[in-house]
Protein backbone atom coordinates (compact mmCIF):
# COMPACT_ATOMS: atom_id res chain seq x y z
CA UNK A 1 0.00 0.00 0.00
CA UNK A 2 1.30 3.65 -0.90
CA UNK A 3 0.57 6.57 0.89
CA UNK A 4 0.64 10.01 -0.52
CA UNK A 5 0.36 13.29 1.12
CA UNK A 6 -2.17 15.63 -0.17
CA UNK A 7 -1.34 19.44 -1.69
CA UNK A 8 -1.87 21.86 1.49
CA UNK A 9 -3.53 25.09 0.59
CA UNK A 10 -4.69 28.03 2.96
CA UNK A 11 -7.14 30.50 1.20
CA UNK A 12 -6.96 33.76 3.23
CA UNK A 13 -9.27 36.74 2.84
CA UNK A 14 -8.76 40.05 4.59
CA UNK A 15 -10.96 42.66 5.31
CA UNK A 16 -14.17 39.99 5.44
CA UNK A 17 -17.31 42.81 6.49
CA UNK A 18 -20.00 40.70 8.58
CA UNK A 19 -22.08 43.03 8.28
CA UNK A 20 -25.04 43.69 6.78
CA UNK A 21 -26.29 41.22 4.08
CA UNK A 22 -24.33 37.94 3.34
CA UNK A 23 -21.37 38.05 0.99
CA UNK A 24 -19.64 35.49 -1.22
CA UNK A 25 -15.68 36.78 -0.41
CA UNK A 26 -13.71 34.36 -2.57
CA UNK A 27 -14.25 31.38 -4.96
CA UNK A 28 -11.83 28.48 -5.51
CA UNK A 29 -11.09 25.40 -7.30
CA UNK A 30 -8.49 22.72 -6.22
CA UNK A 31 -6.24 21.03 -8.91
CA UNK A 32 -7.50 19.79 -11.60
CA UNK A 33 -8.92 15.95 -10.49
CA UNK A 34 -8.32 16.38 -6.73
CA UNK A 35 -10.94 15.98 -4.38
CA UNK A 36 -10.71 18.14 -1.06
CA UNK A 37 -10.84 17.62 3.02
CA UNK A 38 -11.47 20.73 5.23
CA UNK A 39 -8.68 20.54 7.93
CA UNK A 40 -9.16 24.33 9.39
CA UNK A 41 -10.82 27.44 9.17
CA UNK A 42 -9.66 30.54 11.05
CA UNK A 43 -10.72 34.35 11.39
CA UNK A 44 -8.91 37.04 13.43
CA UNK A 45 -11.14 39.78 14.46
CA UNK A 46 -10.03 43.27 13.30
CA UNK A 47 -13.22 44.84 14.42
CA UNK A 48 -15.26 43.54 17.04
CA UNK A 49 -18.83 41.89 15.97
CA UNK A 50 -21.27 43.73 17.42
CA UNK A 51 -25.60 42.80 18.22
CA UNK A 52 -25.77 39.87 16.29
CA UNK A 53 -23.42 37.21 15.45
CA UNK A 54 -22.37 36.37 11.81
CA UNK A 55 -20.64 33.17 10.39
CA UNK A 56 -17.88 31.98 7.80
CA UNK A 57 -19.48 30.02 5.55
CA UNK A 58 -18.02 27.73 2.98
CA UNK A 59 -19.86 25.89 0.33
CA UNK A 60 -21.10 26.17 -3.50
CA UNK A 61 -22.92 29.30 -5.22
CA UNK A 62 -26.29 27.27 -4.20
CA UNK A 63 -25.54 26.36 -1.16
CA UNK A 64 -23.43 28.31 0.62
CA UNK A 65 -22.45 26.44 3.91
CA UNK A 66 -22.50 22.69 2.19
CA UNK A 67 -19.44 21.91 3.17
CA UNK A 68 -18.72 24.06 6.34
CA UNK A 69 -19.62 26.70 8.66
CA UNK A 70 -17.70 28.58 11.47
CA UNK A 71 -19.95 30.76 14.34
CA UNK A 72 -18.65 34.48 14.75
CA UNK A 73 -20.21 35.25 17.90
CA UNK A 74 -20.54 39.29 19.35
CA UNK A 75 -16.86 39.24 19.88
CA UNK A 76 -14.32 42.17 21.17
CA UNK A 77 -11.39 43.35 18.43
CA UNK A 78 -8.73 40.49 18.56
CA UNK A 79 -10.91 37.82 18.76
CA UNK A 80 -9.34 34.04 17.56
CA UNK A 81 -11.92 31.73 16.34
CA UNK A 82 -11.43 28.27 14.91
CA UNK A 83 -13.67 26.17 16.15
CA UNK A 84 -15.89 24.71 13.01
CA UNK A 85 -18.91 22.82 11.33
CA UNK A 86 -18.31 20.30 8.41
CA UNK A 87 -21.71 20.39 6.62
CA UNK A 88 -21.22 16.49 6.46
CA UNK A 89 -20.01 15.99 3.34
CA UNK A 90 -16.20 14.31 3.47
CA UNK A 91 -15.04 15.46 0.55
CA UNK A 92 -15.15 18.23 -1.55
CA UNK A 93 -16.16 17.19 -5.04
CA UNK A 94 -13.19 17.60 -7.74
CA UNK A 95 -13.08 20.14 -10.36
CA UNK A 96 -16.46 22.15 -8.96
CA UNK A 97 -16.06 25.53 -7.57
CA UNK A 98 -15.74 26.22 -3.80
CA UNK A 99 -17.49 29.42 -2.08
CA UNK A 100 -15.77 31.09 0.90
CA UNK A 101 -18.26 33.50 2.41
CA UNK A 102 -19.85 34.97 5.00
CA UNK A 103 -23.59 35.14 6.41
CA UNK A 104 -23.71 39.17 7.40
CA UNK A 105 -25.76 39.97 9.77
CA UNK A 106 -23.71 42.42 12.36
CA UNK A 107 -24.39 45.51 12.92
CA UNK A 108 -20.23 45.78 13.35
CA UNK A 109 -17.30 43.42 12.50
CA UNK A 110 -14.35 42.82 10.28
CA UNK A 111 -12.30 39.72 10.04
CA UNK A 112 -9.26 37.66 8.62
CA UNK A 113 -10.18 34.52 7.41
CA UNK A 114 -8.59 32.15 6.92
CA UNK A 115 -9.09 28.40 5.15
CA UNK A 116 -7.25 25.56 4.83
CA UNK A 117 -7.88 22.65 2.71
CA UNK A 118 -5.92 19.61 1.97
CA UNK A 119 -6.62 18.34 -1.91
CA UNK A 120 -5.16 14.65 -2.64
Do not use: H
Amino acid sequence: MSYSNGIQSSYTITGVDFTSTAASDLTIAGPAGKTGRITGISCVLTTGVTVAASSVLVGTAADTDAYATLAVPVTAIGGILSSYTDGGIERLPADTAVVIGNGGGATAGVGNVTVNIEWS
